[in-house]
């Protein structure tokens, strides 16, 4: 029996993408790549799967054929999925490194300078110690991820699918905000509506964060209820094809506590910045420095991270962001380019007391940013009911 297909960009698509890191890689003067990222063996042959956990490679020549290395017990997957990519498994049991080395060497790949991505928070260190030992390579991070920056047009489409996926999210979660109900509860609503729009498996589950919980990031639930005039903030992303679009929004429950106004003016004030500065061949920096003076009256009062926009694009748990090493920050001097998709956290906090703020994810096109949510930046939830 034939195991159906999951194929969600044309052949022509995952081809591009393997010849642009050919000559990435023949520019850097390196022979072979070997990468254990699921983001970025998902954009070079299609792979999809839960498990991001158990080891998996992709070994890529300068020149020659790429191959994608896989435990046996994964293979429906990589049937169901894989494009342009010779899969070879190995059993239970046999050692994954040895395997892939003996493999390579096979094919004549073992030989010149090995590039081995070390830039994957899914690989333990271990794996690439013995990937560096073993085949005698070299580290090297961020060649794919590069590549991954500027989407294509079925790529960007994707990822205007995933952001009315997660307005429906967000906007389930403000429905059901009321005092007297809790965190988890918010965090169902929000939940709910995206299974039943039909998102694929989340890379981080909805982030709800009532009261005080706003003021600490990264907050979880903890059945928090809902008081008056606490802010409920609310983050999260709908997922399409693995793409992501994330969307931060914060509503009080009734009218704002004092001073909550002025951090959703602030965080408004430096959205709209960012989106009216940001244009292909800016520096980031550039734009980067352009938000902070936004935020300069009321820096030295909030807890703020000083990063105005991270990439996104394809995503597995543990989060959504693609490419860690391309913040907008005032120290990263390259460039905007046509077609990079941005989020822009633009959250403020008053340390453990309180926080809010708003985000939007954006594509770059060549007239500048085209945000993709249709909901309002307010703190007040009747704006998102009428």
């Given at each position: 029996?034939?195991?159906?297909?999951?194929?969600?960009?044309?052949?022509?698509?995952?081809?591009?993408?393997?010849?642009?890191?050919?000559?990435?890689?023949?520019?850097?003067?390196?022979?072979?790549?070997?990468?254990?990222?699921?983001?970025?063996?998902?954009?070079?042959?299609?792979?999809?799967?839960?498990?991001?956990?158990?080891?998996?490679?992709?070994?890529?020549?300068?020149?020659?054929?790429?191959?994608?290395?896989?435990?046996?017990?994964?293979?429906?997957?990589?049937?169901?999925?894989?494009?342009?990519?010779?899969?070879?498994?190995?059993?239970?049991?046999?050692?994954?490194?040895?395997?892939?080395?003996?493999?390579?060497?096979?094919?004549?790949?073992?030989?010149?300078?090995?590039?081995?991505?070390?830039?994957?928070?899914?690989?333990?260190?271990?794996?690439?110690?013995?990937?560096?030992?073993?085949?005698?390579?070299?580290?090297?991070?961020?060649?794919?991820?590069?590549?991954?920056?500027?989407?294509?047009?079925?790529?960007?489409?994707?990822v205007r699918e995933a952001a009315a996926l997660t307005d429906t999210g967000?906007?389930?979660?403000?429905?059901?905000?009321?005092?007297?109900?809790?965190?988890?509860?918010?965090?169902?609503?929000?939940?709910?509506?995206?299974?039943?729009?039909?998102?694929?498996?989340?890379?981080?589950?909805?982030?709800?964060?009532?009261?005080?919980?706003?003021?600490?990031?990264?907050?979880?639930?903890?059945?928090?209820?809902?008081?008056?005039?606490?802010?409920?903030?609310?983050?999260?992303?709908?997922?399409?094809?693995?793409?992501?679009?994330?969307?931060?929004?914060?509503?009080?429950?009734?009218?704002?506590?004092?001073?909550?106004?002025?951090?959703?003016?602030?965080?408004?004030?430096?959205?709209?910045?960012?989106?009216?500065?940001?244009?292909?061949?800016?520096?980031?920096?550039?734009?980067?420095?352009?938000?902070?003076?936004?935020?300069?009256?009321?820096?030295?009062?909030?807890?703020?991270?000083?990063?105005?926009?991270?990439?996104?694009?394809?995503?597995?748990?543990?989060?959504?962001?693609?490419?860690?090493?391309?913040?907008?920050?005032?120290?990263?001097?390259?460039?905007?380019?046509?077609?990079?998709?941005?989020?822009?956290?633009?959250?403020?906090?008053?340390?453990?007391?309180?926080?809010?703020?708003?985000?939007?994810?954006?594509?770059?096109?060549?007239?500048?940013?085209?945000?993709?949510?249709?909901?309002?930046?307010?703190?007040?939830?009747?704006?998102?009911?009428?």
């Amino acid at each position: 029996m034939t195991t159906p297909r999951e194929i969600f960009f044309e052949p022509l698509e995952y081809e591009k993408r393997v010849i642009q890191l050919q000559d990435a890689l023949a520019a850097r003067g390196i022979d072979l790549l070997v990468t254990c990222a699921p983001g970025n063996i998902c954009y070079l042959n299609g792979y999809v799967s839960v498990n991001v956990l158990d080891i998996m490679f992709v070994a890529v020549p300068a020149h020659g054929k790429p191959v994608f290395y896989l435990w046996q017990f994964e293979r429906g997957r990589a049937e169901s999925t894989v494009t342009g990519m010779e899969t070879v498994c190995w059993d239970t049991g046999v050692d994954p490194i040895e395997f892939l080395v003996n493999d390579l060497t096979h094919r004549g790949y073992k030989k010149g300078r090995i590039g081995i991505d070390t830039g994957s928070t899914h690989t333990s260190f271990d794996t690439v110690q013995q990937l560096l030992s073993h085949l005698e390579g070299q580290p090297t991070k961020g060649i794919v991820e590069k590549l991954r920056l500027v989407k294509s047009a079925a790529e960007q489409q994707y990822v205007r699918e995933a952001a009315a996926l997660t307005d429906t999210g967000v906007k389930a979660a403000i429905t059901a905000i009321d005092v007297g109900k809790d965190d988890h509860e918010i965090g169902q609503a929000a939940g709910s509506a995206l299974l039943k729009n039909k998102s694929e498996f989340l890379a981080l589950e909805p982030i709800i964060c009532v009261g005080w919980r706003s003021g600490a990031p990264h907050s979880p639930r903890g059945g928090t209820q809902v008081e008056p005039g606490d802010p409920v903030f609310i983050e999260l992303s709908g997922v399409r094809a693995r793409y992501h679009s994330p969307l931060m929004r914060t509503v009080s429950a009734g009218p704002p506590r004092d001073g909550l106004q002025e951090l959703a003016d602030y965080s408004n004030a430096c959205v709209e910045k960012i989106v009216d500065t940001i244009i292909p061949g800016i520096p980031a920096c550039d734009v980067a420095i352009a938000a902070r003076e936004v935020l300069t009256p009321i820096r030295d009062k909030i807890a703020f991270h000083d990063l105005y926009a991270y990439p996104v694009g394809i995503g597995f748990p543990p989060n959504w962001i693609e490419n860690p090493a391309f913040y907008l920050s005032v120290d990263n001097q390259a460039c905007i380019e046509a077609g990079m998709v941005f989020h822009l956290p633009l959250t403020l906090r008053v340390l453990g007391e309180y926080g809010a703020g708003f985000s939007e994810t954006l594509i770059v096109t060549e007239n500048g940013a085209e945000t993709l949510s249709t909901l309002p930046r307010s703190l007040h939830r009747g704006d998102f009911l009428s």
